[in-house]
């Protein structure tokens, strides 16, 4: 038998909501997520632009179907503040926007080198990209090509949207760093560029096998953690299987992409894309640790701790 309704104060917080209702009516055994259904139906939002906190202490209730009225504390003339998170924009196509700015400026820089490069001998025409270059443009485009795969058909995303200014913060990562940056100075004719040369079948060939190891464990990383979470779910869970059951790390996928870019530095040497290495390496890492802590707080003694977040023996 359901319980008795119980009547909820609603105000706004921040800018007004036109058609904010200032009451509504919720059973104990509601969930937070039916909540937010019910004030953005009636104040004709979308979902993902609300947030909710009690009045009472300010705390935030989450939008989760795991989430109980109850469990929040919620009863009979509670209150609750709603706030306008401003437009949102779905995290998949966030992705998707970060992960084209490499794919677009590379071929680009690539194709057009005697319109953005002057030739280092004008006499001697205009030289053709060397094999590392080449090499550097497969493996860099593929690699994002690959991102924008699982984008589509592998990663399951537990926040449905982000504030759609904050797209231009995310993409500059990928369209400044990864895109100009390494572009400008992997693909250029100029003698000091260390691609511009020829490069031994051994390091070719080691960088093409660290690509591919880094690619196929990272895929393999992303379909373990695909399967522990439904579609359009937001449910965690212990990955055990695939890379995660022999790799001593919390986060094997970043150890796997950590070894695919070690590949194409490799391809290039240039500083540009360890400089990009670097600082992705640093965020991946921060990522990893959070991680942890995340795992060592939820699930408790069900999780076996790990001693390295990352990288074996490093982070």
Request: charged letters at 5%; one cysteine or more.
């Given at each position: 038998m359901s319980s008795k309704p119980l009547e909820i104060s609603v105000r706004p917080r921040g800018k007004p909501i036109k058609k904010l209702p200032e009451n509504t009516y919720v059973r104990e055994e509601d969930t937070a997520e039916d909540l937010y259904l019910h004030i953005a139906a009636k104040s004709r939002f979308s979902v993902h632009r609300l947030r909710i906190t009690k009045g009472s202490d300010g705390t935030a209730i989450p939008n989760k179907r795991d989430v109980s009225i109850e469990s929040v504390g919620l009863f009979d003339q509670s209150s609750i503040f709603v706030k306008d998170l401003g437009p949102q924009i779905a995290w998949q196509t966030v992705f998707l926007i970060e992960y084209f700015g490499p794919i677009l400026i590379h071929p680009s820089i690539y194709f057009l080198r005697p319109y953005i490069y002057i030739a280092p001998n004008p006499s001697g025409g205009y030289p053709s990209p060397s094999f590392s270059q080449t090499l550097s443009l497969t493996l860099i485009v593929t690699h994002f090509i690959k991102r924008e795969l699982e984008t589509l058909f592998v990663h399951r995303f537990s926040a449905a949207t982000m504030p759609a200014f904050n797209i231009f913060k995310n993409s500059a990562h990928y369209w400044l760093l990864a895109g100009l940056n390494i572009a400008l100075f992997t693909y250029?004719?100029?003698?000091?560029?260390?691609?511009?040369?020829?490069?031994s079948?051994?390091?070719a060939y080691t960088a093409i096998a660290l690509f591919v190891i880094g690619e196929l464990g990272n895929l393999s990383a992303h379909l373990t953690l695909m399967g522990l979470r439904n579609k359009g779910g937001k449910e965690r869970g212990i990955p055990t299987t695939g890379v995660f059951s022999f790799v001593p790390v919390t986060c094997p996928n970043y150890f796997f992409e950590a070894i695919a870019w070690a590949g194409i530095w490799l391809s290039n040497r240039s500083l540009s894309t360890g400089v990009f290495v670097v600082i992705a390496l640093g965020q991946m890492a921060i990522w990893a640790r959070k991680k942890e802590r995340n795992y060592r707080k939820e699930f408790g003694g069900r999780y076996k701790k790990k001693t390295f977040a990352m990288i074996p023996g490093i982070v």
């Open positions: 250029s004719p100029s003698p000091s560029c260390p691609t511009a040369h020829a490069v079948e051994a390091i």
